[in-house]
């Protein structure tokens, strides 16, 4: 599996932005898909999951209410739209993927992500 972030940026806070990963190598419907961040000096944490059929999602309490994770499985591709943002959510962004009821196996680069105040 090969995963591809892209979409990360600056942006002020109150603003927004939308993450893409784009997933490959094995059959996307297959695979749970996360996010994940790490800021820095911090540990890595999660986000936002969402199930291989799409129909189950979860956020971290931080996140919820101001992120949304779809994917597209025409596109094979997993998003996290990022609306009113803040300066905590300053991190490297990562995208994962796993097997339903395995661990996430599978990681991208990152895409950097800084919130301006």
């Known amino acids: 599996v090969q995963l591809v972030e892209s979409g990360g940026g600056l942006v002020q806070a109150g603003g927004s932005l939308r993450l893409s990963c784009a997933f490959s190598?094995?059959?996307?419907?297959?695979?749970?898909l996360a996010w994940f961040r790490q800021a820095p000096g911090k540990e890595r944490e999660f986000v936002s999951r969402i199930s291989w059929t799409g129909g189950t999602t979860s956020y971290a309490d931080s996140v919820k209410g101001r992120f949304t994770i779809s994917r597209d499985h025409a596109k094979n591709t997993v998003y996290l739209q990022m609306n009113s943002l803040k300066p905590e959510d300053t991190a490297i962004y990562y995208c994962a993927a796993a097997r339903p009821g395995f661990g996430y196996d599978f990681w991208g680069q990152g895409t950097p992500v800084t919130v301006s105040s």
């Open positions: 190598g094995r059959t996307f419907s297959s695979y749970d």
